[in-house]
């Protein structure tokens, strides 16, 4: 059965697209990488995935000026030119226009570093601390025009200590991402996941709430 192919946007150095690639290298993993597309020229996770032998792209969106509908569209030649099926963002750190994210409804996810609906948008860890919360952690989910608000496949969590910085509770929330992201691209490939009502539904049964999440201790 062929693999489902996907694209991974990154901007930056690309952790969670470097722990995707290790884990379709996996002979049962449904998935394989095939193309990886940054919209900065020197990204460093690019490096890391040519080194993997994977297909690279740059469309750089400061030639666009500020069409981000023109940029959007050099993307979506791109991924159709390479027969994708399944787009992961991995730290790619450009506003998606509506129609774009459109031709990729359900097809197209995120992770977020925070357990959403909380702390949407940035400095999550630094909001996570000012606000005393007790559970931190990641989310993956569809992406929809709307900023981290698309419905959730995956979640996974970690307690936040008395004595945490941000950056301490930054590299927990990471390696949770690591952990979950290869997992929900996983049963997205397989088909397992279908969204009814706004919801995910994985294998029939909706996704756990964050409140029921338990860190492990």
């Not at 097809?107 to 909380?118: F, T």
Request: net charge negative.
């Amino acid at each position: 059965m062929a693999k489902t192919r996907v694209a991974v946007l990154i901007s930056g150095r690309g952790s969670n697209m470097a722990a995707l690639i290790e884990a379709t290298k996996a002979p049962d993993y449904p998935a394989e990488i095939v193309l990886v597309l940054s919209n900065i020229a020197d990204a460093g996770g690019l490096d890391t995935a040519r080194r993997e032998g994977i297909d690279t792209a740059v469309v750089d969106h400061k030639a666009f000026g500020k069409d981000r509908a023109a940029f959007d569209r050099a993307m979506h030649e791109l991924l159709v030119a390479h027969k994708i099926d399944l787009v992961c963002l991995a730290g790619f750190m450009r506003l998606l226009t509506p129609e774009f994210v459109g031709l990729w409804s359900e097809r197209m996810l995120n992770i977020h570093p925070a357990l959403l609906p909380s702390f949407k948008g940035l400095d999550t860890h630094k909001r996570a601390l000012e606000a005393h919360a007790k559970v931190h952690g990641a989310t993956v989910h569809f992406v929809v025009p709307e900023m981290d608000a698309g419905p959730t496949i995956m979640q996974g969590a970690v307690a936040v200590r008395d004595d945490d910085s941000e950056s301490a509770l930054a590299a927990r929330v990471l390696t949770v991402e690591h952990r979950i992201y290869p997992e929900a691209l996983r049963l997205v490939a397989e088909g397992r996941v279908t969204v009814v009502d706004g919801r995910c539904l994985i294998d029939g049964k909706p996704v756990p709430d964050a409140g029921t999440l338990m860190p492990p201790a």
